[in-house]
T-cell receptor, first 107, second 114 residues
């Protein structure tokens, strides 16, 4: 099971690009990388998922280097409403969420 | 709306009470989950059901008893709880029980045990 490591917290300002990196040194060949966002008192919400290289959707981009031992969630031009906890999940059968990264966006 | 509903949204119970949390998904998924989230703590996976069969129980105390009568419904029966069981209980569903399947979460039940 791939263990993930993320920064506990990050601060940013409105309009900036935020990059959150997740380390997963023991990622297996068939593991996907999935990111979720959670606001206080709500369930997590899927943001993006990838296997290799780069994935982009209307919310974020996910960059995965060739060795796949890390991944970076990129949030373009954040706003105050992007203040949340962001979780990186890696694996095939392990649904456990780690501590996540608490992002605080300031005005 | 995620297609996953939970009732009740809030619940206050004494330590001798028996109550049940209900989760229903309208997404046609085959896997359902119960998570617990205590204040300022990470999500804790409690139970996983896949095609109505329990596939994971993460050492959850027996005072929590799950029930999955069909792929659309999941219950969590509570009895003789402790104050430290106060938390947000989240239900989720996914097409299959693997990480690459997106999990859709319900709004949660905020439980307070007195």
């Amino acid at each position: 099971l791939a263990k993930t490591t993320q920064p506990i917290s990050m601060d940013s300002y409105e309009g900036q690009e935020v990059n959150i990196t997740c380390s997963h040194n023991n990622i297996a060949t068939n593991d996907y990388i999935t990111w979720y966002q959670q606001f206080p008192s709500q369930g997590p919400r899927f943001i993006i998922q990838g296997y290799k290289t780069k994935v982009t959707n209307e919310v974020a981009s996910l960059f995965i280097p060739a060795d796949r031992k890390s991944s970076t969630l990129s949030l373009p031009r954040v706003s105050l409403s992007d203040t949340a906890v962001y979780y990186c999940l890696v694996g095939n059968n392990d649904m456990r969420f780690g501590a996540g990264t608490r992002l605080t966006v300031k005005p | 709306e995620t297609g996953v509903t939970q009732t009740p949204r809030h619940l206050v119970m004494g330590m001798t009470n028996k109550k049940s949390l209900k989760c229903e998904q309208h997404l046609g998924h085959n896997a359902m989950y119960w998570y617990k989230q205590s204040a300022k703590k990470p999500l804790e996976l409690m139970f996983v059901y896949n095609f109505k069969e329990q596939t994971e129980n993460n050492s959850v105390p027996s005072r929590f008893s799950p029930e999955c009568p069909n792929s659309s419904h999941l219950f969590l029966h509570l009895h003789t709880l402790q104050p430290e069981d106060s938390a947000l209980y989240l239900c989720a569903s996914s097409q299959g029980a693997t990480v690459q399947e997106t999990q859709y979460f319900g709004p949660g039940t905020r439980l307070l045990v007195l």
